[in-house]
Antibody
Framework: QGQLAQSGGEVKKPGASVRVSCKAS????????IAWVRQAPGQGLEWMGR????????YYAQKFQGRVTMTTDTSTTTAYMELRGLRSDDTAVYFCARATSSYEGDHFDNWGQGTLVTVSS | QSVLTQPPSVSGAPGQRVTISCTGS?????????VHWYQQLPGAAPKLVIY???NRPSGVPDRISGSKSGTSASLAITGLQAEDEADYYC????????????FGTGTRVTVL
């Protein structure tokens, strides 16, 4: 079935960058794609983008283009999401999620536990 | 602001049936894109409960069902139980702007 284990919470100052990791186990990493979804405190889910783990192809939501970079390391079966130019409204729990295809509307059958990123001066 | 609109809350007594709507437009649900549904318990990651409009993943009880028609989709929970109390989100694809995955605004289900 598989598992996605994310890195621990982070506290960052405005303008800084953060990198969140998502370690996959229990399944063939390159057979699935990884998406990133965030959830601000008390708010709904927001789709950020996805990366194809087999070729590194990425697709970012327009809102995040220029500020986000998603990468993978197939040798360690780990996906990464880096967000730059952090603002207070980037404070959120960031989830990685597994998709069976690179289609941006695909469903997510497995989720990481979430990583809280707090942006505060 | 999401392009998929859900009611903020629905409630029902144990054993009753509740439905959650997900209203979109011609650039998402109305264009034929699939709808998926997630259940999120407090403090937990979302869990897939319906994919591609009507399909249940293994382990999801058949009390939970999905449907889609026109520019909307719905999630129904019959025989409501205390364990169903959670937030529910729909998800689809939107072709407007540059296109992307989109989530609904979310619905809190309360078991009275």
């Amino acid at each position: 079935q598989g598992q996605l284990a994310q890195s621990g919470g982070e506290v960052k100052k405005p303008g800084a960058s953060v990198r969140v990791s998502c370690k996959a186990s229990g399944y063939t990493f390159i057979n699935y794609h990884i998406a990133w979804v965030r959830q601000a405190p008390g708010q709904g889910l927001e789709w950020m983008g996805r990366i194809s783990t087999d070729n590194g192809n990425t697709y970012y939501a327009q809102k995040f283009q220029g500020r986000v970079t998603m990468t993978t390391d197939t040798s360690t079966t780990t996906a990464y999401m880096e967000l730059r130019g952090l603002r207070s409204d980037d404070t959120a729990v960031y989830f990685c999620a597994r998709a069976t295809s690179s289609y941006e509307g695909d469903h997510f059958d497995n989720w990481g536990q979430g990583t809280l990123v707090t942006v505060s001066s | 602001q999401s392009v998929l609109t859900q009611p903020p809350s629905v409630s029902g007594a144990p054993g009753q049936r509740v439905t959650i709507s997900c209203t979109g437009s011609s650039s998402n649900i109305g264009a034929g894109y699939d709808v998926h549904w997630y259940q999120q318990l407090p403090g937990a990651a979302p869990k897939l409960v319906i994919y591609r409009n009507t399909n249940r993943p293994s382990g999801v009880p058949d009390r939970i069902s999905g449907s889609k028609s026109g520019t909307s989709a719905s999630l129904a929970i019959t025989g409501l139980q205390a364990e169903d109390e959670a937030d529910y989100y729909c998800q689809s694809y939107d072709s407007s702007l540059s296109g992307a995955g989109v989530f609904g605004t979310g619905t809190r289900v309360t078991v009275l």
